[in-house]
């Protein structure tokens, strides 16, 4: 089942036949740069799968499968999960796509993709997204997805920055991404 779907890409939850090629992406190092839990052999790749199958379960959201749409291709995956930061249980947005994918404005498409479930399908209140200062590719990422407020802080030990969107900020970019296209 989808769960959302862009022009290029679509969100699904993930299924015993991703495992392997989600392994390949997730134990690729340059792909885990920035990742808090590391780069993840099949045992974690195992946990992380088995993790998003029960914040589907018990939340109705989670990190999904990401599909490329021609292909079929696993991409990586995307999504959001509740988080502890700074003390307070956040919704974090997440995505790690396979270095084929990158800088293909896949990652992008995929954010606006979860973000329009997160607000326009869950209504959500508020997403945030943790991301490093040094990780450039990211902070453009959600910077074109429309993230703009953020604070410094402390996530695992790292310094990060805390970004933050809401529905009413999601709304107004909404908007006037439809005024722009008429």
Same mark, same amino acid.
């Given at each position: 089942?989808?769960?959302?779907?862009? %022009?290029?890409? *679509?969100?699904?939850?993930?299924?015993?036949? #991703?495992?392997?090629?989600?392994?390949?992406? @997730?134990?690729?190092?340059?792909?885990?740069?920035? &990742?808090?839990?590391?780069?993840? #052999?099949?045992?974690?790749?195992?946990?992380?799968?088995?993790?998003? @199958?029960?914040? *589907? +379960?018990?939340?109705?959201?989670?990190?999904?499968?990401?599909?490329?749409?021609?292909?079929?291709?696993?991409?990586?995956?995307?999504?959001?999960?509740?988080?502890?930061? #700074?003390?307070?249980?956040?919704?974090?947005?997440?995505?790690?796509?396979?270095?084929?994918?990158?800088?293909?404005?896949?990652?992008?498409?995929?954010? %606006?993709?979860?973000?329009? *479930?997160?607000?326009?399908?869950?209504?959500?209140?508020?997403?945030?997204?943790?991301?490093?200062?040094?990780?450039?590719? &990211?902070?453009?990422?959600?910077?074109?997805?429309?993230? +703009?407020?953020?604070? %410094? &802080?402390?996530?695992? #030990?790292? &310094?990060?920055?805390?970004?933050?969107?809401?529905?009413?900020?999601?709304?107004?970019?909404?908007? %006037?991404?439809?005024?722009?296209?008429?």
């Amino acid at each position: 089942m989808k769960i959302f779907e862009t %022009n290029r890409l *679509y969100g699904r939850e993930f299924c015993e036949s #991703d495992f392997v090629h989600l392994t390949e992406i @997730l134990s690729d190092p340059e792909v885990m740069r920035f &990742s808090v839990r590391g780069v993840c #052999d099949e045992d974690a790749t195992r946990k992380f799968i088995n993790s998003s @199958l029960e914040c *589907y +379960s018990s939340q109705e959201i989670g990190m999904w499968a990401l599909v490329e749409k021609s292909s079929g291709e696993l991409v990586g995956f995307c999504g959001f999960a509740p988080e502890m930061i #700074d003390e307070v249980e956040q919704i974090n947005l997440g995505y790690r796509l396979a270095k084929k994918f990158w800088n293909l404005g896949l990652a992008t498409e995929a954010v %606006n993709g979860v973000l329009d *479930y997160a607000f326009g399908q869950k209504s959500l209140a508020t997403v945030v997204a943790v991301i490093e200062p040094e990780n450039m590719a &990211s902070l453009r990422v959600v910077e074109k997805a429309g993230f +703009s407020d953020f604070t %410094n &802080s402390v996530f695992h #030990d790292r &310094s990060v920055r805390l970004y933050t969107m809401t529905i009413q900020g999601w709304q107004v970019l909404r908007q %006037n991404t439809l005024q722009v296209s008429l």
